[in-house]
């Protein structure tokens, strides 16, 4: 009866368990994708190599080839609803459409720039981020563009607004520019790096994100002040960030690698995915979340990524599975651990959603990282827990869910 009863567990964790991000195949073709973006939670649009364009109307389930009319890469793609929206790419191309992609037009600038990031606030107002330190601005839906010279040479990244007239730009060598009077003019912020800086992502005027590949800088104070942290290993290196909240984010980079922080950028943890195996090689390119659990990420051969949990690995209820009957909190895996190690929870099945902490704290009761904040439901989970960037030592880790609170230890030996 032992035997049967373990048998049966196992079984049902190996079915239950779900992948934290799943691969989605196939897509209709093979070519990389360089940006991905939802106008709402149903309907979007992928965009890459050789004029590549494809698009989902039933929330990502099946995707569709649209006809772009070129075969030059395309960068950057924005909507602001479901039937208008742009393209940026090479060669000073911008591609518009009104009836949600079922016909595109295309609007060539005349100086043939590099266009990387294009940006919309309403149907008549839109910048496009260029090479040689040139912003382009349109105020009649993309029909014409006003050219600006914002820096003397440097490559512009990312363009990011908030509203019409507060926003920002990044660029090689640290750049970072901000406006409040949408465009008309643009004062230098100090990142305090000379390091390109790639995709800049606000939640409102004041908490902002830039990637610069191996670390992240965090703003609270919209941009005057900008704090650096590391995303851990030294082996990852981003591409894309997206945010939810002030505290809830993802980057997504090299190899396919997505990590996720709970504490808005201070910590960050790595993510599964069903990548390995299914022959994925280099970067994801482009994240997108229409909420705070269902996201898209978007890179090489044409892959797509989609996670319906936030990321977080579960095991779920089920007819023939053995249901946590109380909270608990498990003993870390492995420990002493170097630089990864794994957090299991439990929430009983008498609770029907409740609001979750997970933290890490050093031997001082400096909180350094933040796990889990969100509400969950009844379920077993796990998280991993990267510490690439803690020196060697004692910490304790700490889960808060209603009245239960638990503290165990954790040591870190590098």
């Given at each position: 009866m032992k035997y049967i009863y373990t048998l049966l567990l196992i079984l049902f964790v190996a079915s239950a368990s779900n992948a934290q991000w799943n691969l989605l195949d196939p897509v209709p073709q093979n070519n990389c994708l360089y940006s991905v973006f939802f106008?709402?939670?149903?309907?979007?649009?992928?965009?890459?190599?050789?004029?590549?364009?494809?698009?989902?109307?039933?929330?990502?389930?099946?995707?569709?080839?649209?006809?772009?009319?070129?075969?030059?890469?395309?960068?950057?793609?924005?909507?602001?609803?479901?039937?208008m929206g742009w393209i940026a790419g090479e060669f000073g191309r911008i591609l518009r459409t009104s009836n949600g992609g079922?016909?595109?037009?295309?609007?060539?600038?005349?100086?043939?720039?590099?266009?990387?990031?294009?940006?919309?606030?309403?149907?008549?107002?839109?910048?496009?981020?260029?090479?040689?330190?040139?912003?382009?601005?349109?105020?009649?839906?993309?029909?014409?563009?006003?050219?600006?010279?914002?820096?003397?040479?440097?490559?512009?990244?990312?363009?990011?607004?908030?509203?019409?007239?507060?926003?920002?730009?990044?660029?090689?060598?640290?750049l970072i520019l901000k406006t409040t009077d949408g465009g008309a003019n643009w004062i230098t912020q100090t990142s305090g790096t000379i390091s390109g800086l790639g995709e800049?992502?606000?939640?409102?005027?004041?908490?902002?994100?830039?990637?610069?590949?191996?670390?992240?800088?965090?703003t609270t104070d919209g941009?005057?002040?900008?704090?650096?942290?590391?995303?851990?290993?030294?082996?990852?290196?981003?591409?894309?960030?997206?945010?939810?909240?002030?505290?809830?984010?993802?980057?997504?980079?090299?190899?396919?690698?997505i990590l996720k922080t709970s504490d808005g950028g201070r910590s960050w943890f790595e993510q599964t995915s069903q990548l390995s195996g299914n022959g994925f090689q280099g970067d994801l390119f482009s994240l997108y979340f229409v909420n705070a659990v269902e996201g898209w990420g978007v890179g090489n051969s044409g892959q797509m990524l989609k996670t319906t949990n936030g990321g977080l690995t579960?095991?779920?209820?089920?007819?023939?599975?053995?249901?946590?009957?109380?909270?608990?909190?498990?003993?870390?895996?492995?420990?002493?651990?170097?630089?990864?190690?794994?957090?299991?929870y439990s929430i009983p099945t008498v609770i029907?959603?409740?609001n979750v902490t997970l933290k890490v704290y050093d031997i001082l009761g400096n909180e350094v990282a933040t796990l889990v904040n969100q509400n969950q439901k009844a379920g077993n989970y796990e998280v991993k827990f990267n510490a690439s960037n803690?020196?060697?030592?004692?910490?304790?880790?700490?889960?808060?869910?209603?009245?239960?609170?638990?503290?165990?230890?954790?040591?870190?030996l590098k």
């Open positions: 106008a709402d939670n149903v309907n979007g649009w992928a965009v890459g190599r050789s004029g590549t364009i494809i698009n989902t109307s039933d929330r990502g389930a099946n995707w569709l080839e649209q006809t772009s009319g070129i075969t030059s890469n395309l960068n950057s793609v924005n909507f602001i609803n479901s039937n079922i016909n595109w037009k295309l609007y060539q600038h005349h100086r043939y720039l590099s266009l990387h990031s294009i940006f919309f606030t309403s149907e008549m107002t839109g910048w496009v981020a260029c090479e040689g330190g040139i912003l382009l601005k349109t105020t009649n839906g993309g029909i014409e563009w006003l050219e600006q010279q914002v820096d003397t040479y440097r490559v512009l990244r990312s363009v990011y607004f908030i509203d019409s007239f507060k926003g920002w730009i990044t660029g090689d060598g640290g800049i992502f606000f939640i409102d005027e004041y908490s902002g994100w830039v990637n610069v590949r191996t670390k992240i800088l965090r941009g005057t002040n900008w704090t650096e942290y590391l995303y851990g290993g030294s082996s990852y290196s981003m591409s894309s960030i997206y945010f939810t909240d002030e505290s809830i984010g993802w980057a997504g980079g090299s190899m396919g690698t579960s095991i779920e209820e089920d007819d023939n599975s053995f249901p946590p009957l109380e909270f608990t909190l498990s003993q870390n895996y492995p420990n002493p651990f170097n630089p990864s190690t794994t957090i299991k029907d959603v409740v803690l020196a060697s030592g004692i910490y304790f880790y700490r889960i808060q869910s209603g009245s239960f609170i638990q503290t165990k230890k954790l040591m870190l």
